[in-house]
Protein backbone atom coordinates (compact mmCIF):
# COMPACT_ATOMS: atom_id res chain seq x y z
CA UNK A 1 0.00 0.00 0.00
CA UNK A 2 3.25 2.53 0.64
CA UNK A 3 4.32 1.26 -2.63
CA UNK A 4 1.24 2.68 -4.13
CA UNK A 5 1.01 5.55 -2.36
CA UNK A 6 4.81 6.66 -3.40
CA UNK A 7 4.38 5.68 -6.72
CA UNK A 8 1.21 8.11 -7.39
CA UNK A 9 2.63 10.67 -5.53
CA UNK A 10 6.11 10.57 -8.02
CA UNK A 11 3.16 10.59 -10.81
CA UNK A 12 1.46 13.58 -9.52
CA UNK A 13 4.72 14.81 -9.28
CA UNK A 14 6.29 14.39 -13.19
CA UNK A 15 2.69 15.95 -14.28
CA UNK A 16 2.77 19.02 -12.42
CA UNK A 17 6.47 19.77 -13.91
CA UNK A 18 5.23 18.66 -17.69
CA UNK A 19 2.44 21.45 -17.30
CA UNK A 20 4.58 23.87 -15.85
CA UNK A 21 7.36 22.86 -19.00
CA UNK A 22 4.47 23.27 -21.15
CA UNK A 23 3.22 26.59 -19.66
CA UNK A 24 6.91 28.09 -19.44
CA UNK A 25 6.97 27.01 -23.01
CA UNK A 26 4.48 28.51 -24.32
CA UNK A 27 5.26 31.83 -22.19
CA UNK A 28 8.44 31.96 -24.10
CA UNK A 29 6.95 31.30 -27.63
CA UNK A 30 4.52 34.08 -27.06
CA UNK A 31 6.99 36.47 -26.05
CA UNK A 32 9.53 35.80 -28.84
CA UNK A 33 6.75 36.85 -31.42
CA UNK A 34 5.51 40.18 -29.36
CA UNK A 35 9.59 41.20 -29.47
CA UNK A 36 10.18 40.95 -33.71
CA UNK A 37 8.56 43.60 -35.30
CA UNK A 38 9.99 46.16 -33.06
CA UNK A 39 13.40 44.70 -34.06
CA UNK A 40 12.04 45.18 -37.96
CA UNK A 41 10.85 48.81 -37.39
CA UNK A 42 14.54 50.01 -35.89
CA UNK A 43 15.94 48.10 -39.08
CA UNK A 44 13.40 50.38 -41.13
CA UNK A 45 14.27 53.52 -40.22
CA UNK A 46 18.06 53.36 -40.53
CA UNK A 47 17.70 51.78 -44.08
CA UNK A 48 15.30 54.95 -45.10
CA UNK A 49 17.63 57.75 -43.41
CA UNK A 50 20.50 57.68 -46.08
CA UNK A 51 18.19 56.98 -49.30
CA UNK A 52 16.34 60.79 -48.20
CA UNK A 53 19.96 62.23 -47.84
CA UNK A 54 20.69 61.19 -51.32
CA UNK A 55 17.95 63.14 -52.94
CA UNK A 56 18.55 66.20 -51.07
CA UNK A 57 22.13 66.50 -52.49
CA UNK A 58 22.85 67.34 -55.91
CA UNK A 59 25.86 64.86 -55.92
CA UNK A 60 25.24 61.60 -57.81
CA UNK A 61 23.75 58.51 -56.06
CA UNK A 62 26.73 56.37 -54.94
CA UNK A 63 26.57 51.92 -55.50
CA UNK A 64 25.82 51.40 -51.89
CA UNK A 65 23.03 53.96 -51.71
CA UNK A 66 21.63 52.59 -55.15
CA UNK A 67 21.47 49.02 -53.85
CA UNK A 68 19.72 49.67 -50.54
CA UNK A 69 17.53 52.04 -52.47
CA UNK A 70 14.93 49.18 -53.52
CA UNK A 71 14.61 47.46 -49.99
CA UNK A 72 11.99 49.90 -49.11
CA UNK A 73 10.43 52.14 -51.73
CA UNK A 74 8.57 55.98 -50.79
CA UNK A 75 5.06 55.83 -51.27
CA UNK A 76 3.96 57.42 -54.52
CA UNK A 77 2.99 60.78 -54.77
CA UNK A 78 -1.12 61.56 -55.96
CA UNK A 79 -1.24 62.57 -59.57
CA UNK A 80 -1.86 66.31 -59.77
CA UNK A 81 -1.88 68.58 -62.64
CA UNK A 82 1.52 70.13 -61.69
CA UNK A 83 3.99 70.68 -64.42
CA UNK A 84 7.25 69.00 -64.59
CA UNK A 85 10.44 71.07 -63.54
CA UNK A 86 12.26 72.52 -65.99
CA UNK A 87 15.34 72.71 -64.20
CA UNK A 88 15.88 76.16 -65.12
CA UNK A 89 17.28 78.61 -62.43
CA UNK A 90 15.26 80.65 -60.58
CA UNK A 91 16.34 83.69 -58.12
CA UNK A 92 14.50 84.54 -55.58
CA UNK A 93 14.63 88.11 -53.78
CA UNK A 94 13.84 88.13 -49.95
CA UNK A 95 10.88 90.62 -49.44
CA UNK A 96 11.38 94.10 -48.78
CA UNK A 97 13.16 97.00 -50.92
CA UNK A 98 16.36 95.65 -52.92
CA UNK A 99 19.95 96.72 -52.60
CA UNK A 100 21.12 99.99 -54.79
CA UNK A 101 22.41 98.81 -58.18
CA UNK A 102 26.07 100.27 -58.39
CA UNK A 103 26.16 103.83 -60.56
CA UNK A 104 26.87 103.19 -64.15
CA UNK A 105 30.25 105.05 -65.03
CA UNK A 106 30.03 108.61 -66.44
CA UNK A 107 29.89 109.27 -70.25
CA UNK A 108 32.72 110.87 -71.32
CA UNK A 109 32.35 114.46 -72.47
CA UNK A 110 33.35 115.58 -75.55
CA UNK A 111 35.47 118.83 -76.36
CA UNK A 112 33.02 121.18 -77.33
CA UNK A 113 33.97 122.81 -80.79
CA UNK A 114 33.99 126.29 -80.64
CA UNK A 115 32.24 128.18 -83.04
CA UNK A 116 34.48 130.49 -83.90
CA UNK A 117 36.91 127.62 -85.12
CA UNK A 118 36.90 126.19 -88.81
CA UNK A 119 39.17 123.42 -90.56
CA UNK A 120 41.37 124.99 -93.29
CA UNK A 121 43.21 121.79 -94.86
CA UNK A 122 44.57 117.93 -93.58
CA UNK A 123 47.59 116.22 -94.22
CA UNK A 124 48.59 112.92 -94.05
CA UNK A 125 52.33 113.78 -92.90
CA UNK A 126 53.47 115.82 -89.99
CA UNK A 127 53.77 119.81 -90.49
CA UNK A 128 54.78 122.60 -88.92
CA UNK A 129 56.73 126.00 -89.61
CA UNK A 130 53.40 128.11 -90.24
CA UNK A 131 54.12 131.55 -91.52
CA UNK A 132 51.34 133.74 -92.74
CA UNK A 133 51.43 136.17 -95.90
CA UNK A 134 51.52 140.02 -95.20
CA UNK A 135 47.95 140.44 -96.56
CA UNK A 136 46.79 137.12 -94.35
CA UNK A 137 45.73 135.10 -97.13
CA UNK A 138 47.94 132.30 -97.65
CA UNK A 139 50.02 129.92 -94.89
CA UNK A 140 53.43 128.42 -95.89
CA UNK A 141 53.91 125.62 -93.94
CA UNK A 142 56.86 122.65 -93.82
CA UNK A 143 55.18 119.19 -94.36
CA UNK A 144 57.63 116.70 -93.65
CA UNK A 145 57.63 114.02 -96.64
CA UNK A 146 59.24 110.77 -97.13
CA UNK A 147 60.54 110.13 -100.59
CA UNK A 148 60.32 107.17 -102.50
CA UNK A 149 64.07 106.30 -101.42
CA UNK A 150 62.62 106.71 -97.64
CA UNK A 151 64.52 109.24 -96.97
CA UNK A 152 63.01 112.09 -94.96
CA UNK A 153 62.92 115.96 -96.17
CA UNK A 154 60.85 118.56 -95.24
CA UNK A 155 59.15 120.31 -98.37
CA UNK A 156 57.70 124.33 -98.82
CA UNK A 157 54.01 123.89 -99.75
CA UNK A 158 51.42 126.92 -99.36
CA UNK A 159 47.50 126.89 -98.57
CA UNK A 160 45.23 129.78 -99.66
CA UNK A 161 42.83 130.66 -96.84
CA UNK A 162 39.76 131.66 -99.36
CA UNK A 163 39.99 128.85 -102.03
CA UNK A 164 41.70 126.33 -99.74
CA UNK A 165 43.96 125.45 -102.46
CA UNK A 166 47.01 123.59 -101.44
CA UNK A 167 50.00 124.29 -103.85
CA UNK A 168 53.35 122.44 -103.79
CA UNK A 169 56.57 125.01 -104.56
CA UNK A 170 58.41 122.11 -105.44
CA UNK A 171 61.30 122.81 -103.18
CA UNK A 172 63.06 121.73 -100.14
CA UNK A 173 63.73 123.66 -97.11
CA UNK A 174 62.08 125.01 -93.70
CA UNK A 175 61.42 128.52 -91.86
CA UNK A 176 59.70 130.32 -94.86
CA UNK A 177 59.21 134.09 -94.13
CA UNK A 178 57.55 135.72 -96.43
CA UNK A 179 58.81 139.23 -97.94
CA UNK A 180 56.65 142.18 -97.17
CA UNK A 181 55.06 142.45 -100.41
CA UNK A 182 53.91 139.15 -100.27
CA UNK A 183 55.40 137.57 -103.60
CA UNK A 184 58.57 135.75 -101.92
CA UNK A 185 59.33 133.45 -99.39
CA UNK A 186 63.02 133.28 -97.92
CA UNK A 187 63.83 130.06 -96.35
CA UNK A 188 66.58 128.11 -95.54
CA UNK A 189 67.77 124.31 -96.78
CA UNK A 190 70.50 121.96 -94.21
CA UNK A 191 73.40 120.48 -96.81
CA UNK A 192 75.79 118.54 -94.68
CA UNK A 193 76.81 120.62 -91.79
CA UNK A 194 76.16 124.25 -93.62
CA UNK A 195 72.62 125.64 -93.83
CA UNK A 196 71.89 127.63 -97.30
CA UNK A 197 69.76 130.60 -97.36
CA UNK A 198 67.11 130.62 -100.41
CA UNK A 199 64.22 132.37 -101.50
CA UNK A 200 61.87 131.34 -103.86
CA UNK A 201 58.48 132.83 -105.98
CA UNK A 202 54.92 132.60 -104.44
CA UNK A 203 54.08 129.86 -107.30
CA UNK A 204 57.48 127.96 -106.67
CA UNK A 205 59.04 129.67 -109.89
CA UNK A 206 62.44 131.71 -109.29
CA UNK A 207 64.37 129.44 -107.06
CA UNK A 208 67.14 131.45 -106.01
CA UNK A 209 70.69 130.67 -104.01
CA UNK A 210 71.68 133.41 -101.42
CA UNK A 211 74.47 132.61 -99.56
CA UNK A 212 75.75 129.75 -97.01
CA UNK A 213 76.20 129.82 -93.85
CA UNK A 214 77.74 126.93 -90.89
CA UNK A 215 75.23 125.65 -89.42
CA UNK A 216 76.32 126.60 -86.12
CA UNK A 217 77.13 130.29 -87.47
CA UNK A 218 73.81 131.11 -88.52
CA UNK A 219 71.18 132.79 -86.55
CA UNK A 220 68.51 134.11 -87.92
CA UNK A 221 67.09 135.70 -91.21
CA UNK A 222 64.57 138.42 -92.24
CA UNK A 223 63.43 140.87 -95.18
CA UNK A 224 64.84 144.69 -95.00
CA UNK A 225 62.55 145.09 -98.17
CA UNK A 226 60.91 143.86 -100.78
CA UNK A 227 64.46 143.12 -102.40
CA UNK A 228 66.86 142.89 -99.72
CA UNK A 229 67.40 140.76 -97.02
CA UNK A 230 69.31 140.42 -93.68
CA UNK A 231 71.32 137.72 -92.30
CA UNK A 232 72.44 137.43 -88.56
CA UNK A 233 75.86 135.35 -87.92
CA UNK A 234 77.86 135.17 -84.63
CA UNK A 235 80.51 137.76 -86.37
CA UNK A 236 77.48 140.33 -87.67
CA UNK A 237 74.56 141.19 -89.70
CA UNK A 238 75.06 140.84 -93.53
CA UNK A 239 72.78 142.96 -95.86
CA UNK A 240 72.24 141.40 -99.60
CA UNK A 241 70.28 141.91 -102.29
CA UNK A 242 68.18 139.18 -104.24
CA UNK A 243 70.83 138.29 -106.61
CA UNK A 244 73.05 137.35 -103.22
CA UNK A 245 75.41 140.04 -103.43
CA UNK A 246 76.59 141.97 -100.40
CA UNK A 247 75.41 145.39 -99.63
CA UNK A 248 76.64 145.83 -95.84
CA UNK A 249 77.37 144.18 -92.66
CA UNK A 250 77.51 145.53 -89.22
CA UNK A 251 80.11 143.70 -86.87
CA UNK A 252 79.20 141.59 -84.14
CA UNK A 253 81.28 140.53 -81.00
CA UNK A 254 79.29 138.35 -79.64
CA UNK A 255 79.98 134.98 -77.18
CA UNK A 256 81.63 132.11 -79.31
CA UNK A 257 79.10 129.80 -76.83
CA UNK A 258 76.40 130.74 -79.03
CA UNK A 259 77.43 128.53 -81.77
CA UNK A 260 76.74 125.41 -79.76
CA UNK A 261 73.39 126.79 -79.47
CA UNK A 262 70.77 124.95 -82.20
CA UNK A 263 67.69 126.37 -82.22
CA UNK A 264 66.40 129.74 -83.19
CA UNK A 265 68.66 132.45 -81.50
CA UNK A 266 67.51 136.17 -82.37
CA UNK A 267 64.89 138.07 -83.59
CA UNK A 268 64.98 141.45 -85.25
CA UNK A 269 62.41 144.15 -83.79
CA UNK A 270 61.01 147.40 -86.10
CA UNK A 271 63.99 149.76 -84.70
CA UNK A 272 66.53 147.67 -85.88
CA UNK A 273 67.16 145.89 -82.70
CA UNK A 274 68.28 142.11 -82.91
CA UNK A 275 67.82 140.25 -79.59
CA UNK A 276 70.35 137.10 -79.25
CA UNK A 277 69.90 134.27 -76.94
CA UNK A 278 73.12 133.29 -75.70
CA UNK A 279 72.18 130.36 -73.95
CA UNK A 280 71.79 131.51 -69.87
CA UNK A 281 71.19 135.01 -70.78
CA UNK A 282 70.03 137.75 -73.44
CA UNK A 283 71.76 140.23 -75.63
CA UNK A 284 70.06 142.81 -77.10
CA UNK A 285 72.00 144.52 -80.09
CA UNK A 286 71.24 147.97 -80.93
CA UNK A 287 71.43 149.39 -84.71
CA UNK A 288 75.28 150.33 -84.14
CA UNK A 289 75.91 147.09 -83.01
CA UNK A 290 76.75 147.91 -78.77
CA UNK A 291 75.43 145.12 -76.99
CA UNK A 292 73.77 145.30 -73.28
CA UNK A 293 73.03 141.57 -71.41
CA UNK A 294 69.36 140.77 -69.74
CA UNK A 295 70.25 138.56 -66.82
CA UNK A 296 68.04 136.61 -64.27
CA UNK A 297 68.64 138.12 -60.87
CA UNK A 298 68.55 134.47 -59.29
CA UNK A 299 71.27 132.97 -61.85
CA UNK A 300 68.23 130.72 -63.83
CA UNK A 301 68.86 130.06 -67.63
CA UNK A 302 66.48 132.56 -70.12
CA UNK A 303 64.63 129.87 -72.62
CA UNK A 304 62.30 131.10 -74.96
CA UNK A 305 61.82 135.22 -75.67
CA UNK A 306 59.20 137.19 -78.01
CA UNK A 307 59.48 140.48 -79.07
CA UNK A 308 56.90 142.80 -79.55
CA UNK A 309 55.45 143.89 -82.75
CA UNK A 310 56.82 147.57 -81.91
CA UNK A 311 59.94 146.37 -80.98
CA UNK A 312 59.78 147.91 -77.75
CA UNK A 313 59.37 145.29 -75.14
CA UNK A 314 60.65 141.63 -74.40
CA UNK A 315 58.50 138.92 -73.09
CA UNK A 316 61.12 135.87 -71.90
CA UNK A 317 60.84 132.95 -70.08
CA UNK A 318 62.69 131.84 -67.02
CA UNK A 319 63.10 128.24 -66.26
CA UNK A 320 63.15 126.81 -62.51
CA UNK A 321 63.52 123.27 -63.22
CA UNK A 322 59.95 121.73 -63.50
CA UNK A 323 58.87 125.24 -63.72
CA UNK A 324 59.01 128.63 -65.52
CA UNK A 325 57.64 132.10 -65.25
CA UNK A 326 56.93 134.49 -67.71
CA UNK A 327 58.48 138.01 -67.47
CA UNK A 328 58.28 141.39 -69.58
CA UNK A 329 61.03 143.64 -69.78
CA UNK A 330 61.58 147.14 -71.89
CA UNK A 331 64.13 147.19 -74.23
CA UNK A 332 65.20 150.69 -73.52
CA UNK A 333 65.34 150.12 -69.82
CA UNK A 334 66.33 147.38 -67.09
CA UNK A 335 63.01 147.15 -65.31
CA UNK A 336 62.10 143.26 -65.48
CA UNK A 337 58.64 142.25 -63.86
CA UNK A 338 57.57 138.80 -63.79
CA UNK A 339 53.86 137.97 -65.43
CA UNK A 340 53.19 134.59 -64.89
CA UNK A 341 54.43 131.36 -62.76
CA UNK A 342 53.44 127.86 -64.37
CA UNK A 343 54.14 125.16 -61.67
CA UNK A 344 55.06 122.12 -63.24
CA UNK A 345 54.54 123.26 -66.67
CA UNK A 346 56.93 124.40 -69.52
CA UNK A 347 55.79 127.58 -72.22
CA UNK A 348 56.01 125.45 -75.32
CA UNK A 349 55.55 128.65 -77.30
CA UNK A 350 55.16 132.38 -76.81
CA UNK A 351 54.02 136.07 -79.33
CA UNK A 352 53.29 139.03 -78.80
CA UNK A 353 49.60 139.97 -80.37
CA UNK A 354 49.48 143.21 -83.12
CA UNK A 355 48.14 145.54 -80.13
CA UNK A 356 51.73 145.36 -78.12
CA UNK A 357 49.44 144.76 -75.00
CA UNK A 358 48.80 141.17 -75.49
CA UNK A 359 50.66 137.90 -74.47
CA UNK A 360 49.71 134.62 -76.22
CA UNK A 361 51.47 131.64 -74.86
CA UNK A 362 51.44 127.85 -75.38
CA UNK A 363 52.00 125.31 -72.25
CA UNK A 364 52.01 121.97 -71.08
CA UNK A 365 52.51 119.80 -68.29
CA UNK A 366 56.32 118.96 -67.08
CA UNK A 367 57.21 115.83 -68.56
CA UNK A 368 54.25 115.10 -71.14
CA UNK A 369 53.23 114.99 -74.57
CA UNK A 370 49.86 115.95 -73.93
CA UNK A 371 48.55 119.27 -76.63
CA UNK A 372 49.46 122.49 -75.67
CA UNK A 373 47.30 124.57 -73.61
CA UNK A 374 46.68 128.61 -75.25
CA UNK A 375 46.36 131.03 -72.81
CA UNK A 376 45.97 134.76 -73.15
CA UNK A 377 47.81 136.99 -71.11
CA UNK A 378 47.52 141.12 -70.43
CA UNK A 379 51.42 142.52 -70.21
CA UNK A 380 50.10 144.96 -67.76
CA UNK A 381 48.31 142.95 -65.37
CA UNK A 382 49.14 139.74 -65.93
CA UNK A 383 45.01 138.46 -66.24
CA UNK A 384 44.79 135.30 -68.13
CA UNK A 385 42.15 133.99 -70.22
CA UNK A 386 42.13 131.05 -72.18
CA UNK A 387 41.57 131.02 -75.83
CA UNK A 388 38.89 128.62 -76.18
CA UNK A 389 40.01 126.09 -78.09
CA UNK A 390 41.67 122.81 -76.82
CA UNK A 391 44.56 120.08 -77.92
CA UNK A 392 46.59 122.18 -80.25
CA UNK A 393 50.44 121.64 -81.69
CA UNK A 394 52.78 124.34 -79.87
CA UNK A 395 53.22 125.98 -83.45
CA UNK A 396 51.00 128.85 -83.87
CA UNK A 397 50.88 132.43 -85.83
CA UNK A 398 48.02 135.32 -85.79
CA UNK A 399 47.42 137.24 -88.74
CA UNK A 400 48.94 140.80 -89.33
CA UNK A 401 45.36 142.33 -88.27
CA UNK A 402 45.25 140.01 -84.79
CA UNK A 403 41.79 138.92 -85.84
CA UNK A 404 42.29 135.27 -86.33
CA UNK A 405 44.84 132.49 -84.96
CA UNK A 406 46.14 130.04 -86.69
CA UNK A 407 47.57 126.30 -85.41
CA UNK A 408 47.05 122.86 -85.74
CA UNK A 409 45.83 119.03 -84.79
CA UNK A 410 47.82 116.16 -85.20
CA UNK A 411 47.02 112.40 -84.87
CA UNK A 412 49.41 109.76 -84.44
CA UNK A 413 48.18 106.02 -84.89
CA UNK A 414 51.53 104.10 -84.57
CA UNK A 415 49.39 100.66 -84.68
CA UNK A 416 48.19 101.80 -87.78
CA UNK A 417 50.58 103.57 -89.25
CA UNK A 418 48.38 106.53 -89.82
CA UNK A 419 49.42 110.21 -89.39
CA UNK A 420 47.42 113.57 -89.91
CA UNK A 421 47.61 117.11 -89.34
CA UNK A 422 45.13 119.29 -89.66
CA UNK A 423 45.39 123.18 -90.00
CA UNK A 424 42.37 125.54 -87.99
CA UNK A 425 41.94 129.16 -87.96
CA UNK A 426 40.41 130.46 -85.04
CA UNK A 427 38.14 134.05 -85.28
CA UNK A 428 39.56 136.43 -82.71
CA UNK A 429 36.90 138.54 -81.33
CA UNK A 430 38.20 141.62 -80.10
Do not use: C
Request: charged share 20%.
Amino acid sequence: MKKIKHLFSNTLTLILLLVLGVVLALFLSSRSENDQPVAQATQAKVTIAPTTEVKATPLPTTTATATLAPAIQPAEPPKDDTPEPTWTPVIIFPVGTPPPLPSPPSTPTATPINPNESEIAAFDVPVGGVAISPDDQILAVVPLVELPDKTLVNQIWTVDLSSKKIEKLNTQGMSPTWSPDGQRILFRVQQNDQFVIKVIDKDGKNEKHLTSFERKGLLDYFWLTANEVGVIGVDGVYRMDLAGKLTGKVNLNLPTKIKDLSVKQADRGQNEVIVVNEGNNLLIVDKKGQISKITDSLGRSIDKFSLSKDGKQLAYVVNEGPSDELWINDISSSSPQKLYRIDMGHIRDLTWMPDNKTILIGWGETGTNVPTVLLWLDSKTGKQEPVGVHGVDQDFVTSHKGDRLFYSRSFDDNADGVYQTTLYQLEIKQ
